[in-house]
């Protein structure tokens, strides 16, 4: 079984920076594909925020174009996400997909459970 692991969510300023960290770790990956963050804030449906192909080929949201910075790590199976000028709208549950091939199974979509992004004005 996959799991995903986030990790470096809080509470920071507008203006401020904050670096997401995921992990996926299983000892059956054959291949990782997409990685990702989706964020869901309050009332609202979940939504991408950026996504990192394999080789490194990446996309984002209009909204954090500029501000935020996807990256991977292949060795280590963890993808970035490092936030910058950060503002209230980035608030939220960030969450961390994978597209994963497992020994056991084709590939699909792994998420992981959430790490809360809150930005005071």
């Known amino acids: 079984q996959v799991q995903l692991e986030e990790a470096g969510g809080g509470l920071v300023q507008a203006g401020g920076s904050l670096r997401l960290s995921c992990v996926a770790s299983s000892s059956t990956i054959f291949r990782i594909n997409h990685m990702g963050w989706y964020r869901q804030a309050p009332g609202k449906q979940r939504e991408l925020v950026a996504r990192i192909s394999s080789d490194g080929v990446t996309n984002y949201a209009d909204s954090v174009k500029g501000r935020f910075t996807i990256s991977r790590d292949n060795a280590r199976d963890t993808v970035y996400l490092q936030m910058a000028y950060l503002k209230p709208e980035d608030t939220g549950v960030y969450y961390c997909?994978?597209?994963?091939?497992?020994?056991?199974?084709?590939?699909?979509?792994?998420w992981g459970q959430g790490t809360q992004v809150t930005v005071s004005s």
């Open positions: 997909n994978g597209m994963i091939r497992t020994a056991i199974h084709n590939t699909r979509d792994y």
